[in-house]
């Protein structure tokens, strides 16, 4: 996205802030208020796809045909759900990346909205860390620890469920300090009317029906490889070889557990798009749906 497409966004953005031309806010208690702003959002939302198809690297990848009217129809019948966004991808993808962008512009808009992430439900395996020695030595023999049968999926599952009920949870906390170490009911995770689910676990077995907008991070291969590289060797202190083993191991297992739920998707971004336009697009959904004529 050019430095005058990020402009022209913008500028779209400050347009509908100006406007005179403003909507009497529906009442979203009532049924026809509701399907009122359901027409709305798909009409802002085709706005945004055929802008997002001129610009230089597009953000949306694809979207299902069918996804659009699928999650108003969702908002009109059961509003009191809590809007539930799962987001997965292969390993350096962009996932988090994308989700830190999510939380600096809720953060800037004070909008309610939880980050969740399935990295906290990684199983114990302090006991298997002690009698291996190390992690690396328990992936050398043969621990695959991206399978759906190394995470808590029944425990994610029914934190899940919960939170999209509108309970606050309190969900395990994997240390990340080589222990492999996972305490249980430790992070405290409120229940926002908007609720984001980061990690390649979200979609693992029938985690991803309990998703609105299931979301799938993709990324160009030398860019992924690139970015897993730096964060191993200079943010996680591993030697070159041992994270170059790693990126192989990861790479069979991303192929095998998480590229298969990119047919499930809803949505499929990119995840080396220029994050001040991604932002711009968040900014631009907020201000159509809080800036109504009272």
């Known amino acids: 996205m050019s430095e005058d497409d990020n402009k022209g966004f913008a500028h779209i953005i400050q347009k509908e802030i100006d406007s005179d031309d403003k909507i009497l806010k529906p009442d979203f208690n009532q049924k026809t208020g509701r399907e ?33 009217n699928r999650f108003t129809k969702r908002l009109v019948q059961n509003p009191a759900k809590r809007i539930m966004i799962g987001i997965t991808g292969e390993s350096a993808s962009g996932k988090s990346t994308i989700c830190n962008e999510i939380k600096r512009v809720i953060e800037k808009f004070d909008m309610p909205v939880t980050i969740l992430s399935t990295d906290n439900y990684f ?28 995470f808590q ?75 897993f590289m730096r964060r191993a060797c200079t943010e996680r202190n591993q030697d070159p070889e041992n994270a170059k083993k790693h990126w192989e191991y990861i790479l069979g297992a991303g192929e095998k557990y998480v590229k298969p739920y990119r047919f499930d998707a809803d949505i499929i971004v990119n995840g080396d798009s220029d994050l001040t336009y991604f932002s711009q697009i968040l900014e631009y959904f907020y201000t159509i749906t809080n800036n109504f004529e009272s």
């Open 36 to 68: 009122f702003l359901a027409f709305y959002l798909q009409s802002k939302f085709k706005q945004v796809m055929a802008y997002d198809n001129k610009a230089e690297q597009p953000i949306f990848n694809s979207i299902k045909h069918d996804f659009i």
């Open 123 to 150: 199983n114990d395996i302090s006991a298997l860390i002690k009698k291996f020695g190390t992690f690396d030595n328990l992936r050398d023999n043969g621990y695959d620890v991206d399978s759906p049968n190394s």
């Open 153 to 227: 999926l029944d425990i994610l599952k029914a934190d899940l469920e919960s939170i999209s009920q509108g309970n606050d949870i309190y969900t395990p906390e994997y240390l990340l300090n080589g222990t492999g170490v996972s305490v249980p009911h430790a992070k405290f995770v409120p229940s926002k009317k908007i609720v984001v689910v980061e990690g390649m676990a979200s979609m693992y077995g029938d985690n991803k029906d309990i998703f609105d907008i299931k979301v799938y991070v993709e990324t160009d291969f030398n860019i992924r490889k690139e970015r």
